[in-house]
């Protein structure tokens, strides 16, 4: 049987019943891929996957959230859907939103959206609106605006994306046959660490798992309110995705993290960048910088130099992991989304005449 999107896989798990007109782009079913010289870095017997949900319909995890969100707003009579977004959530409500022919609003960080992101709620017919102010003042528009006029949101503080999200936790348990130790996941709103920790208790308990993993979340450095533990006026960092000063699922990523006996850290720009390249040179996945995040943290806490003062890491080397431990990454957007991020990185490609001797002479052969 070929693949119908989350809501066809996981229907008894989601809040849609036989009136509820589905609208998917046949999202999910991602690949949980291996990925073996991260494994490597990490310990001699760890495991680590890669959840890659940039091959998702518009190129992120929010296309899970979306296809509930828009197809509970449909049920529900709604004739336009708004959202504030880093970027991602704009891209898959406008693209879920032409597919049900809603109206679409987007309230995007001017300046500060990946350019792919831009294109996709353009494309879709989006009415795109670039606020000056950054994503949590954008936020706090669209709520208000919602307040007031029939428009309905569909940011992850509606609970039918949270609910959409939690099947990348079930296809995680269905792939492995159990929960990993661990599963480390990029934090900006707070949206998907809350998710995953739902998807991976309701899973254990129907049964389908035995164990649930420690949720480790990874914020930027400029943007880490959870981990300071207070709000960030002015988020700063390379991953804009991420760039959130005052997540709106604070709260319940606080829970997750507390009941799992979870952690949250930091990782820098820098970090970040470096793990982004590592990962397409060493994996050939190529992600967008917020979703290297949680490559970037299990790089700073595991393997043979971990950072000092990460507590995860002190924990990783007093042994108290399991022998052989399962660890899953997720990665939460394509790398296409922002292809600008190639001038950060320095690279670009040599320029030669169009003659056999020159390419030879810049591939090194001549
Ligand atoms: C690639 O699109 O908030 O912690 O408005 O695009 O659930 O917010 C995006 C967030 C990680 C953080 N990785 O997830 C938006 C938006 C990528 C993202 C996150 C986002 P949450």
């Known amino acids: ?19 509820t007109p589905i609208v998917t782009l046949h999202e999910g079913n991602t690949p949980l891929l291996f990925a073996p010289r991260l494994s490597k870095r990490v310990a001699p ?72 992101k831009l294109a996709q709620a353009l494309m879709s017919g989006a009415q795109t609106i670039a606020v000056k102010g950054n994503f949590d003042v954008a936020l706090d528009l669209v709520r208000r605006i919602a307040e007031e006029h029939p428009v309905a ?33 990029p934090v900006g709103n707070a949206g998907n660490i809350t998710a995953y920790w ?18 480790i979340g990874f914020q930027a450095a400029g943007a880490a309110p959870i ?31 507390t009941q799992s006996n979870g952690l949250v850290d930091v990782v820098t720009d820098e970090e970040i960048l470096e793990a982004q390249l590592w990962l397409a040179v060493n994996e050939g996945v190529f992600v967008e910088p917020a979703s290297a995040a949680s490559v970037a943290g299990l790089l700073k806490c595991a393997g043979r130099r971990p950072h000092p003062e990460c507590p995860l890491a002190a924990e990783l080397h007093a042994s108290l992991i399991p022998a052989a431990p399962t660890i ?28 056999k001797e020159s390419v030879l002479k810049a591939m090194g052969l001549a």
């Open 198 to 215: 739902k998807g991976y208790r309701e899973y254990r308990q129907a049964g389908k798992c035995r164990r649930l993993p420690r949720m």
């Open 45 to 116: 017997d760890a495991k680590v996957y890669l959840k890659c949900e940039g091959l998702n319909p518009t190129g992120s995890f929010k296309d899970r959230g979306m296809t509930v969100a828009i197809s509970k707003a449909v049920e529900r009579g709604a004739k336009a859907v708004i959202c504030a977004s880093t970027g991602n959530t704009s891209a898959s409500a406008a693209a879920y939103a032409a597919r049900a022919g809603l109206a679409c609003f987007v309230l995007l960080p001017k300046g500060k959206i990946a350019s792919g």
């Open 153 to 185: 949101v569909v940011n992850s503080v509606n609970p039918d994306r949270i609910e959409g999200q939690k099947t990348a936790a079930f296809e995680i348990v269905d792939a492995l046959g159990e929960a990993p130790h661990y599963h480390f996941i």
């Open 1 to 19: 049987m070929s693949w119908r999107g989350v809501i066809a896989a996981y229907r008894a798990f989601l809040p849609v019943g036989a009136k």
């Open 328 to 355: 899953v990454c997720t990665v939460t957007g394509h790398g296409l989304k922002d292809p600008d991020i190639v001038a950060r990185h320095a690279m670009n490609a040599v320029t030669v005449r169009a003659t």
């Open 227 to 257: 981990f300071h533990d207070e709000p960030v006026a002015r988020p700063e960092t390379v991953a804009t995705a991420i760039r959130i000063g005052n997540p709106a699922s604070w709260q319940a990523a606080k829970v997750a993290l």
